[in-house]
């Protein structure tokens, strides 16, 4: 997988300027009692690594922005959080630097909900600052809404956080850190209808709630209709995406 810290200088320089470089940006949170923190990490990197493929070695991709935007999730252990001024100048640095050695294509490629205000922000700030450069933000389930509502199991609310679809990735990518056996179905949908949230549903309006105010355990949906097939079902669906949002956009890729 081409690892931009992996890399050597010379191949640095040799590289074609056209590549695009991905920057994965996640959390360390608690995903309630099933899932490890680095849930988000895990995600993102094996989509990047998958898209990467996908589009036979076209990517650079950038150490994950580990810690994001979780001041949410900080009544469970183990959260860990940036505010979000921290997040949008680490962000902004990194893809600066990128810029700077001669990148014009980045993906900030979101893995978590908490980072979703801040990555709009972030968008509008690169794209203004740096006007010759293509600068795109995406969340991994966003492009492909339409493929994900055809896997699901669950109604609205399943799919949230530390989910049947969180779950379901995470029992396909590494089964060995998944306590099934503590997994909780949790998670309370807002009393108001057009405020109702979900992974695959964003609410006609919406008000902050911390995450303990949502669900006891940790967990917002619904662990137990997760698989590790569905897991890989819901990778292909994400990977397909993306790489069709990508090749629309870069049709000229090297
Ligand atoms: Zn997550």
Not at 47 to 61: F, N, S, T, V, W
Not at 115 to 143: D, K, R, Y
Request: glycine share 8%; proline share 6%; with cysteine.
């Amino acid at each position: 997988m081409p690892q931009w810290k992996r890399m050597r200088r010379p191949q640095i320089d040799a590289m074609d300027r056209k590549k695009i470089v991905v920057l994965p940006v996640a959390a360390v949170e608690q995903h309630g009692p099933h899932l490890p923190l680095d849930t988000d990490c895990v995600i993102g990197e094996a989509i990047a690594a998958r898209l990467d493929e996908a589009l036979k070695g076209q990517m650079l991709i950038l150490p994950t922005q580990a810690v994001g935007c979780s001041e949410h999730h900080m009544a469970f252990a183990g959260s860990l959080t940036l505010e979000h001024e921290s997040f949008r100048r680490t962000v902004i640095d990194t893809v600066r630097s990128v810029i700077r050695h001669g990148f014009g294509r980045v993906l900030i490629l979101n893995s978590h909900g908490g980072n979703h205000a801040i990555n709009a922000v972030i968008g509008e700030q690169l794209g203004q600052q740096f006007p010759e450069a293509q600068i795109v933000v995406a969340n991994w389930w966003s492009p492909a809404v339409k493929a994900l509502a055809e896997i699901r199991e669950g109604a609205l609310g399943s799919v949230g956080h530390a989910c049947e679809f969180e779950t379901s990735l995470m029992l396909a990518l590494e089964p060995d850190m998944v306590d099934m056996d503590s997994a909780i179905d949790d998670g309370k949908l807002h009393r108001v209808e057009a405020m109702r949230l979900d992974m695959l549903h964003a609410p006609a309006a919406s008000q902050y709630r911390p995450f303990h105010q949502q669900t006891t355990h940790g967990v917002y949906g619904t662990p137990s209709l997760a698989s590790a097939e569905k897991g890989q079902r819901v990778l292909e669906a994400v990977v397909e995406s993306l790489r069709a949002l990508l090749v629309e956009l870069w049709p000229d890729m090297p």
